[in-house]
T-cell receptor, first 114, second 113 residues
Framework: GNSVTQMEGPVTLSEEAFLTINCTYTATGYPSLFWYVQYPGEGLQLLLKATKADDKGSNKGFEATYRKETTSFHLEKGSVQVSDSAVYFCALNVLTGGGNKLTFGTGTQLKVEL | DAGITQSPRHKVTETGTPVTLRCHQTENHRYMYWYRQDPGHGLRLIHYSYGVKDTDKGEVSDGYSVSRSKTEDFLLTLESATSSQTSVYFC????????????FGPGTRLTVL
């Protein structure tokens, strides 16, 4: 079956530090990969995506590269801000006749301090 | 932001009572999904719909049923609520079965006493 493994949190960083949140996956077929972000009290927002091997998704200074050889999709940001404090979810989908069903990791909480 | 609303946003109920949560979209997307979010589990798919009156089970469907009589509405029913169904429930929509991602509603926090 499909699964996503994320690094345990919480991750605590100082403002302007470099961020990496690891994500690895197992999947049958050729998945698309996603990062979602959840701010306190809100629903999930799509942060970035990649649909095939070697694609790089990017948004708001965040980046992730689809690495088929290592089955990974690590999230990075060069300089985090306090406003980036949130929970980050890695997810994948493999197309089926029933639609765009997502499999999520357990989430990684990021705390950024001044 | 995608036009997705959920109602109610908060609900407290007692064990054994029926509960219905509503998801309403204004995007005319074909696919709709119900997830539950629990600490240590991320989000888990309960049921999904790929068209009006077309629904299927997700990975944690026991104790839940769904209905979709209109494109814009997707209802999740707990026939007889249990304490293990205390959770935050999210509705999501997607336009197609391709890799475009899903858009999520604001969530409903359900507490079963």
């Amino acid at each position: 079956g499909n699964s996503v493994t994320q690094m345990e949190g919480p991750v605590t960083l100082s403002e302007e530090a470099f961020l990496t949140i690891n994500c690895t996956y197992t999947a049958t077929g050729y998945p698309s990969l996603f990062w979602y972000v959840q701010y306190p009290g809100e629903g999930l927002q799509l942060l970035l995506k990649a649909t095939k091997a070697d694609d790089k998704g990017s948004n708001k200074g965040f980046e992730a590269t689809y690495r088929k050889e290592t089955t990974s999709f690590h999230l990075e940001k060069g300089s985090v801000q306090v406003s980036d404090s949130a929970v980050y979810f890695c997810a994948l989908n493999v197309l089926t006749g029933g639609g765009n069903k997502l499999t999520f990791g357990t989430g990684t909480q990021l705390k950024v301090e001044l | 932001d995608a036009g997705i609303t959920q109602s109610p946003r908060h609900k407290v109920t007692e064990t054994g009572t029926p509960v219905t949560l509503r998801c309403h979209q204004t995007e005319n997307h074909r696919y709709m999904y119900w997830y539950r979010q629990d600490p240590g589990h991320g989000l888990r798919l309960i049921h999904y719909s790929y068209g009006v009156k077309d629904t299927d089970k997700g990975e944690v469907s026991d104790g839940y049923s769904v209905s979709r009589s209109k494109t814009e509405d997707f209802l999740l029913t707990l026939e007889s609520a249990t304490s293990s169904q205390t959770s935050v429930y999210f509705c999501a929509i997607s336009e197609s079965a391709s890799g475009g991602g899903q858009f999520f509603g604001p969530g409903t926090r359900l507490t079963v006493l």
